[in-house]
C-alpha cells in the first residue's frame, strides 16, 4: 500500500530559476491538492484537482506558479523565476470524492518539497 | 470563511503527563475537524477526525479530541505523554466548497516532552 509521494524531498536553487516539483498521489484518488507551509506556519491551501480538471486556485498561486495533472494521475507544480519568498515546504495530497458515510473527506499528505531559494 | 485558531504555539511537558491542546474554530456550518502530526520534514499524518458523529473522538497513539459546539472547540488530549509524541500538531477544519473540501489549518503548537 503506497501513499503520497513527492520528488524531490530537497530542492536548493538560486533566485530567478525555474523549478519543477512532482506529486504522486494515492491510486484509486481523483482529488489532488496543493498546499504551502512556511516556516512556523500551518499549510496554506494552493490549488486543487479533481481528476486533470484544475478547479480553484488560491490567491496565494501567483502567475508565476503553474499547476497541471494531465492525466488525472501524477501532478507537477511549477515555479517560474523564484524569488526567496517561494522558500516554503510544497505539500500535496489526495483524497478520495465526498460521499456521504465515506470517508472522503480525509485528505492524505506526501513527505513535502522542502524548497530553498537563495 | 472559516478559521482555526490554536492556542500556545509551544507546549511542554513531563514525560507521563498529561497532554492538553488547545484549538478554536470558526465556521458558520457543521464543521468536519482535524488533527494532523508532522514530525521533522516530513508530511502529516491524520490523528483523529470528528464528522459529526460522536463528539468524543479517539485516535491513533492514544490520542482523543472532544468536539464541544457551544465553546467551538477541538482540543487534543492525551492521558500520558511519550518522548515520541514531540512534535508539531495542527488542527485543520474543512471547508466544503464547490462540492470540495479544501482544509484551513491552524498555525501549529509545538508539543516538547522532557524527562
Known amino acids: 500500500d503506497t501513499g503520497v509521494s513527492q520528488d524531490p524531498r530537497h530542492k536548493i536553487t538560486k533566485r530567478g530559476q525555474n523549478v519543477t516539483f512532482r506529486c504522486d498521489p494515492i491510486s484509486e484518488h481523483n482529488r489532488l491538492y496543493w498546499y504551502r507551509q512556511t516556516l512556523g506556519q500551518g499549510p496554506e491551501f494552493l490549488t486543487y484537482?479533481?481528476?486533470?480538471?484544475?478547479?480553484?486556485k488560491s490567491r496565494l498561486l501567483s502567475d508565476r506558479f503553474s499547476a497541471e495533472r494531465p492525466k488525472g494521475s501524477f501532478s507537477t507544480l511549477e515555479i517560474q523565476r523564484t524569488e526567496q519568498g517561494d522558500s516554503a515546504m510544497y505539500l500535496c495530497?489526495?483524497?478520495?470524492?465526498?460521499?456521504?458515510?465515506?470517508?472522503?473527506?480525509?485528505?492524505?499528505f506526501g513527505p513535502g518539497t522542502r524548497l530553498t531559494v537563495l | 470563511a472559516q478559521s482555526v485558531t490554536q492556542l500556545g504555539s509551544h507546549v511542554s511537558v513531563s514525560e507521563g503527563a498529561l497532554v492538553l491542546l488547545r484549538c478554536n474554530y470558526s465556521?458558520?456550518?457543521?464543521?468536519?475537524l482535524f488533527w494532523y502530526v508532522q514530525y521533522p520534514n516530513q508530511g502529516l499524518q491524520l490523528l483523529l477526525k470528528y464528522t459529526s458523529a460522536a463528539t468524543l473522538v479517539k485516535g491513533i497513539n492514544g490520542f482523543e479530541a472532544e468536539f464541544k459546539k457551544s465553546e467551538t472547540s477541538f482540543h487534543l488530549t492525551k492521558p500520558s505523554a511519550h518522548m515520541s509524541d514531540a512534535a508539531e500538531y495542527f488542527c485543520a477544519v474543512s471547508e466544503f466548497s464547490g462540492g470540495y473540501n479544501k482544509l484551513i489549518f491552524g498555525a501549529g503548537t509545538r508539543l516538547a516532552v522532557h524527562p
Open positions: 484537482f479533481q481528476n486533470e480538471a484544475q478547479l480553484e
Open positions: 495530497a489526495s483524497s478520495l470524492p465526498n460521499i456521504p458515510g465515506l470517508a472522503g473527506h480525509e485528505q492524505f
Open positions: 465556521s458558520s456550518v457543521p464543521p468536519y
